[in-house]
T-cell receptor
Framework: DVKVTQSSRYLVKRTGEKVFLECVQD?????MFWYRQDPGLGLRLIYF???????EKGDIPEGYSVSREKKERFSLILESASTNQTSMYLC?????????????FGQGTRLTVV | DAKTTQPNSMESNEEEPVHLPCNHS???????IHWYRQLPSQGPEYVIH???SNVNNRMASLAIAEDRKSSTLILHRATLRDAAVYYC??????????FGTGTRLKVLA
């Protein structure tokens, strides 16, 4: 069964902490994505990566960075967490340059910054 | 990137068909139309996709207008488990998936 796994379902962090959200996929997909989801705003793309060590900004990259050192793993980093980064974070993966196949999503990480 | 427009919410009675519309008037000739849904407290899951022809799978059917400027996701017999937010998207650029706010489907018992 194909899978995108996010390391935590729930996280509580303090303001100013450095936060790492981890995502692993087992489908050998080139593309990986990080989204955040907030009520009334839908899913918004933060960053995506189409290869190891490659990354591109999405619509809302401010306050975030990413790391892709291995094909199967894509990490989202909050350098200094703030309360406005309290949100649901979703990771996804898909094959490169093939819109005729679907993307797969993880179950999400609900992050609360206090 | 091509944009999609969907109604914010719809209701259906259980066991009845549901037609979820999506407008994508700026679609390009090579854009696939994808549908995903998000059940409560879960990540989005794939439902169906197509390019020009109507498509069927075990979950749903996708009807694509001849000019491709709109499409309709059809759930043939809605169940309570189909209550979710449904997203119509057009993977673009390097095939990043841009989601709008989708349609919240409520199924009434």
């Amino acid at each position: 069964d194909v899978k995108v796994t996010q390391s935590s379902r729930y996280l509580v962090k303090r303001t100013g902490e450095k936060v790492f959200l981890e995502c692993v996929q087992d489908m050998d997909h080139e593309n990986m994505f990080w989204y955040r989801q907030d009520p009334g705003l839908g899913l918004r793309l933060i960053y995506f990566s189409y290869d190891v060590k490659m990354k591109e900004k999405g619509d809302i990259p401010e306050g975030y960075s990413v790391s892709r050192e291995k094909k199967e793993r894509f990490s989202l980093i909050l350098e200094s967490a703030s309360t406005n980064q309290t949100s649901m974070y979703l990771c996804a993966s898909s094959p490169l340059h093939d819109p005729n196949t679907e993307a797969f999503f993880g179950q999400g990480t609900r992050l609360t910054v206090v | 990137d091509a944009k999609t427009t969907q109604p914010n919410s719809m209701e259906s009675n259980e066991e009845e068909p549901v037609h979820l519309p999506c407008n994508h008037s700026t679609i390009s000739g090579t854009d696939y139309i994808h549908w995903y849904r998000q059940l409560p407290s879960q990540g989005p899951e794939y439902v169906i996709h197509g390019l020009t022809s109507n498509v069927n799978n075990r979950m749903a059917s996708l009807a694509i207008a001849e000019d491709r400027k709109s499409s309709t996701l059809i759930l043939h017999r809605a169940t309570l488990r189909d209550a979710a937010v449904y997203y119509c998207i057009l993977p673009s650029g390097t095939y990043k998936y841009i989601f709008g706010t989708g349609t919240r489907l409520k199924v009434l018992a």
